[in-house]
T-cell receptor, first 117, second 112 residues
Framework: GAVVSQHPSRVICKSGTSVKIECRSLDFQATTMFWYRQFPKKSLMLMATSNEGSKATYEQGVEKDKFLINHASLTLSTLTVTSAHPEDSSFYIC?????????????FGNGTRLTVT | AQSVSQHNHHVILSEAASLELGCNYSYGGTVNLFWYVQYPGQHLQLLLKYFSGDPLVKGIKGFEAEFIKSKFSFNLRKPSVQWSDTAEYFCAVNDGYSTLTFGKGTMLLVSP
């Protein structure tokens, strides 16, 4: 079945550095991908919607310049956390839509645990 | 490692029928449990969650779920579905520290 690969699964970085998280659709083309963030003991929060070939749509309160999203191809979207700080430590998860319609199935990556020291 | 199993990939119901979507997880420790819903054309939304306390959890739009620890289950229920409940439903679990694990989702189609 369709698989979304998210890499890395865990990353530890120092404060002030940037971290890139990749989200790949392995056997389907994804015109739309979503990036979520989860704080401990809280539910997922949508950060942005990534559309292939165009700018991402960010949710209110999400800093565009801090969380850079690039969806350069139909199988890859990346989230770069720039100048990371300890408060950026969180669990980030992507999902990709298998198909071009709004009712197409949604598949999730396994997430990335980011720890900023 | 945690795993989540959703029993049905597709469910078709008529309006006013009762709904129960199965979710089982494999993890021996304390867990947090979630049901998410994605309506056509919309992003993922939290339907309900269980962290502790009363194992019968009530969520939005008339949904509820019951955590049965002995069965490692967290089934989602609604007494009477509506056409607007047509969506994809995801069960998810984590232990509060490690990665969130999702089930593969159940597509619910409610016919008017």
């Amino acid at each position: 079945g369709a698989v979304v690969s998210q890499h890395p699964s865990r990353v530890i970085c120092k404060s002030g550095t940037s971290v890139k998280i990749e989200c790949r659709s392995l056997d389907f083309q994804a015109t739309t991908m979503f990036w979520y963030r989860q704080f401990p003991k809280k539910s997922l929060m949508l950060m942005a919607t990534s559309n292939e070939g165009s700018k991402a749509t960010y949710e209110q309160g999400v800093e565009k310049d801090k969380f850079l999203i690039n969806h350069a191809s139909l199988t890859l979207s990346t989230l770069t956390v720039t100048s990371a700080h300890p408060e950026d430590s969180s669990f980030y998860i992507c999902s990709a839509r298998d198909g071009g319609t709004e009712s197409s199935p949604l598949h999730f990556g396994n997430g990335t645990r980011l720890t900023v020291t | 490692a945690q795993s989540v199993s959703q029993h049905n990939h597709h469910v078709i119901l008529s309006e006013a029928a009762s709904l129960e979507l199965g979710c089982n997880y494999s993890y021996g420790g304390t867990v947090n449990l979630f049901w998410y819903v994605q309506y056509p054309g919309q992003h993922l939304q939290l339907l309900l969650k269980y962290f502790s306390g009363d194992p019968l959890v009530k969520g939005i739009k008339g949904f509820e779920a019951e955590f049965i620890k002995s069965k490692f289950s967290f089934n989602l229920r609604k007494p009477s579905v509506q056409w607007s409940d047509t969506a994809e439903y995801f069960c998810a679990v984590n232990d509060g520290y490690s990665t969130l694990t999702f089930g593969k989702g159940t597509m619910l189609l409610v016919s008017p």
